[in-house]
């Protein structure tokens, strides 16, 4: 018989395509989702038909025993959270509660219902924060630089205090971040391809942006998604940091992604306003996978000129489809 898994976050970008690789390895598939006035099921639309969703919401406890009650899973993956940093400045509370104490209700209910399942924790390079050296690996010293990095602090370390206290099988994935197509169009990379291509289809004639010169390591999401697998089928769990080992600026995105779609001076069309800059930034982010590629064979392939290439196709290709219809 296939393993269970339980995933969080199943309609996000990595939950979705958690959920297309689990499927693929045989597994049975259950996704915990919130109640929405509007249900928001685009990313996993394609398999719905071959996937469990339970109603829940990381704020409420009892929500979480009942689903891991009738799903009964071999693997947790807790992807849920508040995740954007910009929205954390402004509903600190609701971060916290969701991205921070929310994991302790999700691992409690572990502890009720199948202590012996095994534990994801999504947690991220934004616990470096303000970082004390570069590249970051496993033992760089934590510095969060927002409500959502020390949120998802509490949750890094509730996932350690349980393995340690109750002997539970939990691993934090640090990851660095990750993009795709499916990204929310409010996060810088995406909010860039999506701006070109409208652009691109004279939809709109600029995109307004922030903090051009803040550095990140970007990957391509469905490779990161099987980092978190390949943590749980460890015979100990432990935490990982996962990364491309590259840097580079926002300007450099911007650069390329008009590039791609053919656009010239793309001074002209980028402009910036303080108000999508944040009360403190994130300089640079920038990890080392070292550790992840010994033990778990993992390392990273699409580089980050493939990465700005996908994405402005995906985008131009939508955008092409709406034009037409
Ligand atoms: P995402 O696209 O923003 O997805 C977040 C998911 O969490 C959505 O499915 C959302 O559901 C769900 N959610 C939000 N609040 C919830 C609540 N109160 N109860 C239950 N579910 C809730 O995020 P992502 O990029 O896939 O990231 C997945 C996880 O990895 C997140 O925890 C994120 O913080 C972490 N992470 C991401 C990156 C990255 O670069 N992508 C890097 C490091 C860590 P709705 O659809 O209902 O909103
Ligand atoms: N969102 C956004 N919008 N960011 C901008 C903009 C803008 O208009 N202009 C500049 N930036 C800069 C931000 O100041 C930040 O330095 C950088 O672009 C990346 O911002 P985001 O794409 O919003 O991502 P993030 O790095 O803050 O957070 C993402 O990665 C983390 C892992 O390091 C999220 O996915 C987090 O959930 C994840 O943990």
């Not at 259950?30 to 639309?45: A, K, W």
């Not at 690996?137 to 934590?142: A, I, K, L």
């Not at 630089?145 to 099988?169: C, D, I, Q």
Request: net charge negative; hydrophobic share 40%; glycine share 8%.
């Amino acid at each position: 018989m296939g393993k269970i898994a339980f995933v969080t976050g199943i309609t996000g970008q990595d939950g979705s395509y958690l959920a297309e690789f689990l499927l693929s390895k045989g597994y049975e598939v259950y996704g915990l989702v919130r109640r929405l006035s509007v249900p928001n099921t685009r990313n996993i639309e394609h398999i719905l038909d071959k996937i469990t969703l339970l109603d829940g919401d990381l704020t409420d406890q009892g929500s979480l025993i009942a689903a891991l009650t009738v799903a009964q899973p071999d693997e947790i993956y807790n992807l849920a959270a508040q995740s954007f940093v910009q929205t954390s400045f402004k509903q600190p509370v609701l971060t916290a509660e969701v991205s921070g104490v929310g994991v302790v209700r999700l691992l409690e209910a572990m502890r009720i219902v199948c202590p012996d399942a095994r534990f994801y924790q999504a947690s991220t390079s934004e616990l470096f924060g303000l970082v004390k050296e570069v590249p970051q690996t496993e033992n760089t010293p934590f510095h969060p630089r927002s409500p959502y990095g020390f949120a998802k602090l509490m949750g890094y370390w509730a996932t350690v205090n349980y393995r340690e206290s109750y002997g539970f099988h939990a691993s934090n994935g640090i990851l660095f971040n990750h993009e795709s197509p499916r990204r929310g169009i409010e996060f810088v990379t995406r909010k860039i391809t999506d701006g070109v291509a409208r652009i691109k289809y004279g939809l709109a004639n600029e995109i307004i942006l922030g903090n051009l010169d803040a550095k990140r390591d970007w990957g391509y999401a469905p490779e990161y998604v099987e980092a978190m697998w390949l943590m749980l089928q460890q015979e100990k769990p432990d935490d990982y940091v996962i990364a491309t080992g590259e840097t580079h600026t926002i300007r450099e995105f911007v650069e390329l992604a008009f590039e791609y779609a053919g656009i010239d001076n793309w001074e002209k069309y980028v402009k910036t306003d303080q108000k999508f800059y944040r009360p403190a930034e994130v300089h640079v982010l920038c990890g080392d996978s070292t550790k992840a590629h010994r033990v778990l064979g993992w390392k990273p392939k699409v580089t980050f000129k493939e990465l700005v290439r996908i994405m402005v196709e995906a985008d131009l290709e939508r955008y092409g489809r709406i034009m037409q219809s």
